[in-house]
């Protein structure tokens, strides 16, 4: 009989630092449900986790409402991870951030994390055993100019972390936070491209930040998310891991 793999679920699993987390989660035998608003992107990273061998089950859904997150819990067998890292970003100073700003950046960042978490939950209390990787930002911890509604959802993010950490700890379920520092995704690659800046260039570009003297990769956040949810970790629970070369201690960013 073939062995059923462990299932993890990641939101935002269809670009940047999500998609590198599931390639991840598939090089360590899991099978990764790709929670994600964007239907093409999702049907695209479904594809290549596939064609790579992988296990992986498109979810194409809002994690801003709670109906569609719902799902996660219901539709897919037992999920035996979750890495909540959908999010968006906003700019604006609290000043001349507006109310549909606010409403959008909290319903992504916050309240998408607690409406997945809140799917989960109640099928790993009962199994007695799960683990949540919630991704914040290095905002969350030194803040940074122009970005109230951004900074304030991701420290919400870990506040929500720990609570649940406390609730959840004796039935099995450990929940953490990662905290990643500048990041170099596609879509970052994809828009500098777009200005004849090529990928190296665009590392040199954020290199000022940091202790290392460079931005990270996702795959870089995404070995610290697997360490967070693997038995390697299974002494730790309500932890804020920063992942930003040092860039926190050097001041943010
Ligand atoms: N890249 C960075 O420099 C950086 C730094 C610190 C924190 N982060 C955080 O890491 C996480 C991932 O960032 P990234 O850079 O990989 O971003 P990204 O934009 O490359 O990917 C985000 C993914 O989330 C999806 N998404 C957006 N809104 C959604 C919604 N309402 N429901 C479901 N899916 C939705 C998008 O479609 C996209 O696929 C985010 O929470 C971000 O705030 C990123």
Redesign the pocket.
Known sequence: MAQVSRRAAV??A?????KATAKRLIAEGLAVIV????EV?VANTVEELIAGGGQAKACI????DSAECERLGTEFGEIDILIA?????TTGTVTDTDDDTWNQVLG??LK?VANCCRAVLPGMSRRKAGAIVV?????AICGAPGMAAYDAS?AGVLGLMRSMAIEYGARGIRVNAIC????I???HIDRFAKQGITEAQLYEMTSAGGLLNRAAA?EEIANAIWFLVSDQASYITGETLIVDGGGSLAGGH
């Open positions: 939101t935002g269809a670009s940047g630092i999500g929670a994600d608003i964007n992107a859904m809002d994690v801003s890292n959908a999010g968006i970003q992504v960042n998408g991704v914040s930002s290095n905002n991701k990643p520092g500048t990041t995704t596609d879509y996702p």
